[in-house]
């Protein structure tokens, strides 16, 4: 699960910055192209302890 809407996933396949591949009518997102994606995402900075 990436939590982002499916036209959200859309978009990142058709401007590239995820691959997918179709089987019959399903699509399927590329694993690697997936991880390497959220990997350029920015870190959640931590929270200090209260």
Known sequence: MIAR???TVYKLIASGEIRAKKHGG???I???SLR?????LP?????PAS
Do not use: C, I, N, Q
């Open 5 to 7: 809407s499916r036209p």
């Open 36 to 40: 390497a994606w959220a990997s350029g």
């Open 43 to 47: 870190d959640v900075p931590p929270t």
């Open 30 to 32: 590329v694993v690697e």
């Open 26 to 28: 399903r699509t399927l």
